[in-house]
């Protein structure tokens, strides 16, 4: 009876999933329409250089798009449908012939992506309503409009959520198959090589991204305090293997000088207007910006010397941020095009409202609820319990690594550089309660029996 309630479950899980995937097939209207916006070309000329090539690494876009815009081949396209929110032109998408297989490619990789994670987060769950409930969430949270709607847009976006969602769905497989000490066993070896690969692609979008995975190594590393991890070399292998990630990444955004335009506009918005930041500069050695040197010293120490500020003036870094809170998490739709409003449109927009809640009080109960696990773990001996919090504390540091580095990098469009942190803490809360949800109703079996 035990087993065929099992296969129930199973089946049931199948067939919703199976059901919400029709639904985002079918409600977003032809999955080639596709909309480009104002850095949609430099994917293009992103694309243009050879194959592995040192300019795949060092041009104003990262490997992950440049590969993808390289496959394409749309070197010599030209846009049809083209947005630019900033000046007020919106406009409906387009079917773009020569970016079809870019833009149907992103749909169809959104929606394997957060199918997978839906999938993956399900099996972990021991009871049958939090296999339900986190198949249902995570899927809707993935096929709603709030992430949906990007993967029509030629951006890094679409890439930058599908990857994550990969890439978090193989992390939960690798935390929960460590313990077990199955690193000789050949699918834990090709997991662990498929994680790394996802991480890496992710790492490979966007700058921010390839910071964060410091948070990933530090806290990797952590548990090679405890004797049975050091002993597993594949896990030693794939630490390795990020650590190297990180330091061509990192490398590869000082040679690229991707930084240069948006700390142009932080010094040229938020310190040069202001005497006492400019004498603080001054101090680091910044000469005056008339001056033949300026060009220079911004190159060589800009980065640096703004560094050394926001350490060094935390209530600057807490007044500029906390009264923009609001605004950064204001927004759940995508401003780049218009769509239909159908029947179906407007069923996901209510769901998308209630999975993509637009206040930033989702900030601070995450970090409730992450407090609350990891005062948990002391008080219960749950080996898997102490897995999910491990991830989600990567989770969670990693999102507000991702915020600040978004809010504070540049001066212009701070909610679309927040964006993928802002979703991923969205995301958070509804995890957080599944985990939650499947664990008291674990402990309450427990003490029931």
């Known amino acids: 009876m035990e087993f065929l309630k099992k296969q129930g479950v199973n089946l049931l899980v199948w067939v919703i999933l199976a059901g919400m995937i029709l639904v985002r097939l079918t409600s977003y209207g032809d999955l080639n329409l596709s909309v480009a916006n104002a850095d949609s070309g430099t994917y293009i000329q992103g694309g243009a250089s050879p194959l592995f090539s040192k300019d795949m690494l060092t041009k104003s876009r990262l490997f992950t798009t440049n590969l993808l815009y390289y496959l394409a081949d749309v070197q010599n396209c030209e846009f049809q449908a083209i947005s630019y929110p900033a000046i007020r032109t919106e406009t409906y998408r387009a079917v773009q012939p020569c970016f079809n297989e870019i833009v149907f490619f992103q749909n169809i990789f959104s929606i394997f992506a957060w199918s997978f994670l839906a999938l993956v987060i399900s099996r ?46 193989l992390m939960v497989e690798v935390a929960f198959r460590i313990p077990k000490g199955t690193e000789k066993n050949k699918s834990s070896l090709v997991l662990n090589f498929l994680t790394v690969a996802a991480l890496a692609l992710w790492a490979f ?33 794939s630490i390795a293997m990020i650590i190297v990630i ?83 998490f204001s927004e759940n739709i995508q401003p780049y095009f218009y769509s239909e409003q159908t029947p179906a449109r407007m069923a996901l927009i209510v769901v998308n409202d209630i999975l993509h809640p637009k206040t930033h009080l989702i900030l601070f109960l995450d970090f409730l609820l992450m407090i609350g696990f990891l005062i948990f773990i002391f008080r219960r001996n749950s080996k898997n319990f102490t897995i999910w919090v491990w991830l989600d504390l990567w989770l969670f540091l990693s999102a507000s690594l991702t915020l600040g580095v978004g809010f504070f990098a540049d001066s212009i469009g701070v909610t679309r550089h927040t964006l993928f942190a802002v979703e991923i803490f969205r995301l958070m809360l509804w995890s957080f309660l599944i985990i939650l949800f499947d664990h008291v109703n674990q402990t309450d079996q427990s003490d029931f029996a």
């Open 205 to 237: 979008i966007r700058d921010a991204n390839i910071y964060t995975l410091i948070v990933l190594l530090v806290m990797s590393t952590s548990t090679l305090a405890f004797p049975i991890f050091r002993k597993n070399k594949t896990l030693l292998f």
């Open 124 to 169: 972990k769950m021991k009871y049958g309503y939090e296999k339900v409930l986190a198949v249902s969430l995570i899927a809707a949270f993935g096929f709603t409009p709030s992430i949906a709607d990007w993967d029509s847009i030629l951006g890094s976006e679409s890439l930058t959520f599908s990857l994550f969602a990969v890439s978090a769905a």
């Open 246 to 328: 990180t330091i061509i990444g990192l490398q590869s955004a000082m040679a690229s000088r991707r930084w240069e335009v948006p700390l142009t506009n932080v010094f040229n918005d938020l310190i040069l207007p202001h005497p006492a930041r400019v004498e603080f500069m001054h101090k680091l050695g910044m000469p005056s910006t008339s001056s033949p040197e300026y060009s220079s010293w911004f190159i060589r120490n800009a980065p640096k010397a703004y560094a050394r500020f926001l350490v060094t003036h935390p209530g600057y870094v807490l007044t500029s941020f906390t009264p923009e809170l609001a605004g950064i």
